[in-house]
C-alpha cells in the first residue's frame, strides 16, 4: 500500500464487505468531508449511522493511537447531526493496536481482515493474526546486529533514560542508526522520549519480538574435543580469558562462555555437557592452543561460534572470578533460539535474572 488514496478504497471496499451480511445500507461514502479521511453513511431501517474513519499507512500502535484519537474527536463533533462512530484502518492493525483502539472506544479494521466494529446493534469481531504487509527488511534493521548493540544496552536498564548520542558512542555505531531504531522503538510504544532520549516502557515486549526473529550472531560453528576435565578445565579456562580482552585489538582475541555455558553461572537450571563459546578467529586459536582443541566431526565438548559482530563482547559479564561470558540478554537469545530444553533454562533466566531488571523500571 503507497499512497493514501489507494488505501482510502480498499478500505472502503473492505468495510463495506464487512458489513455486507448484515441489514445496513451504505447509502454513501465520502473522502475528505468534515476533516474525515473516509466518512461511510449508513442506514439501518430508520436509524443512520456515519463511520468516520482515520486512515493510517503505518499501523504501529503510536501512530494507531493518534488516529484513534483523532477519529474520536471527529466523530464526537460529527454526531450532533446523528450517530457517529470512530473508526480507524490501516494495511495491518496489530493485536497491541487493535487493544489501543478498543480501549479508546474505536472501532477498527485493516485490509487483512482483522477488525473491531461495535455500534448500534452491530458487533464484528475477526482476528487473522498474520501480515501480509509485513515488511521483513524492517524488521531485520530493528533486531540487525549494529541495533542489537544499543537494544542489549537499553534492556540491561530499562528504567534508564539514554540520550541516543550516549547510546552511539557505548554500542559503536552512529547517531543516525540510533536516531531510526529509537523511532522504530517509540513507533512500537516499546519505549517512550522526549528531547533526544529514550527509554523503554515496554521491555517483555521487545524480548519477545526480538527472540522470535533472532537470528544467531556467527558465522561458523566448530565444534571440538579437549581431554580436560574438571578442575584442569576450569584453570584452563581462566587461562585463557586472562590472555582474552574486550579491547578490540586485545592480543589475545575475544572469547566469552556463552548459552548453556553462560546460562551455567548466571542462573543454572539444565544440565548439558560440555562447553560453549563465542570467540572471533584470534579468540578461538587461543581456545585451541590452551584448552589442546582437536576438531570432532561427533561427540563434541567444546563448541565455538565465531561471532558475527563484535557488538556479541560489549556486554560481557564476570559471573565467577576470571571467568568472562555473554551478558543477559545475549544469552536469554541464544538459549530461546536452541530448542525445546533450551527454551526452559532461557525462561528460567529471563525469571531469575532479567525480569528483577525491569521491576524497577516505570
Known amino acids: 500500500m503507497s499512497s493514501e488514496s489507494e488505501l482510502a478504497a480498499s478500505a472502503e471496499r473492505q468495510l463495506r464487505d464487512l458489513l455486507a451480511p448484515l441489514p445496513l445500507a451504505v447509502e454513501r461514502a465520502v473522502v475528505g468531508a468534515a476533516g474525515a479521511d473516509l466518512t461511510l453513511e449508513l442506514r439501518e431501517g430508520d436509524r443512520r449511522w456515519a463511520l468516520v474513519c482515520e486512515l493510517k ?101 530499562p528504567a534508564r533514560e539514554w540520550k541516543v548520542a550516549e547510546l552511539a558512542v557505548r554500542a559503536g555505531i552512529s547517531y543516525g542508526q540510533v536516531s531510526k531504531l529509537r523511532q522504530a522503538l517509540l513507533d512500537r510504544e516499546w519505549a517512550v522520549g522526549r528531547w533526544g532520549g529514550v527509554r523503554l516502557a515496554q521491555p517483555r515486549a521487545l524480548l519477545e519480538a526480538w527472540s522470535q526473529a533472532y537470528v544467531p550472531l556467527r558465522t561458523a560453528r566448530n565444534r571440538y574435543y579437549t581431554l580436560l576435565h574438571g578442575e584442569a578445565l576450569q584453570h584452563a579456562l581462566r587461562e585463557v580469558f586472562a590472555a582474552s580482552g574486550q579491547a578490540p585489538l586485545a592480543p589475545g582475541g575475544h572469547v566469552l562462555l556463552g548459552s548453556y555455558s553462560a546460562a551455567r553461572w548466571l542462573a543454572p537450571y539444565a544440565r548439558v555437557a560440555g562447553e560453549f563459546f563465542y570467540a572471533d578467529s584470534q579468540g578461538e586459536a587461543r581456545l585451541k592452543a ?26 560481557a559479564m564476570e559471573p565467577a572470578p576470571g571467568l568472562h561470558c555473554t551478558g543477559l540478554i545475549q544469552t536469554y537469545l541464544d538459549l530461546a533460539a536452541a530448542g525445546e530444553r533450551a527454551a526452559e533454562a532461557a525462561e528460567h533466566l529471563l525469571v531469575e535474572r532479567i525480569a528483577p531488571l525491569w521491576q524497577v523500571a516505570p
Open 57 to 157: 499507512l503505518n499501523g504501529e500502535p503510536r501512530h494507531i493511537r493518534g488516529a484513534a484519537l483523532q477519529a474520536r474527536e471527529l466523530a464526537g463533533r460529527l454526531a450532533v447531526a446523528g450517530p457517529a462512530y470512530p473508526v480507524v484502518v490501516a494495511p495491518f492493525i496489530s493485536e497491541a493496536s487493535g487493544a489501543i483502539c478498543k480501549e479508546l472506544g474505536v472501532g477498527s479494521a485493516d485490509l487483512a481482515g482483522n477488525c473491531r466494529l461495535a455500534f448500534g446493534t452491530v458487533y464484528i469481531e475477526r482476528s487473522v493474526g498474520k501480515n501480509p504487509f509485513h515488511v521483513k527488511r524492517e524488521q531485520r534493521s530493528l533486531f540487525a546486529p549494529k541495533s542489537a548493540r544499543v537494544l542489549r544496552i537499553l534492556l540491561g536498564a
Open 290 to 315: 590452551v584448552l589442546k582443541l582437536e576438531p570432532a566431526a561427533k561427540g563434541e565438548n567444546i563448541t565455538v561460534d565465531l561471532a558475527s559482530d563484535e557488538g556479541v563482547f560489549q556486554e
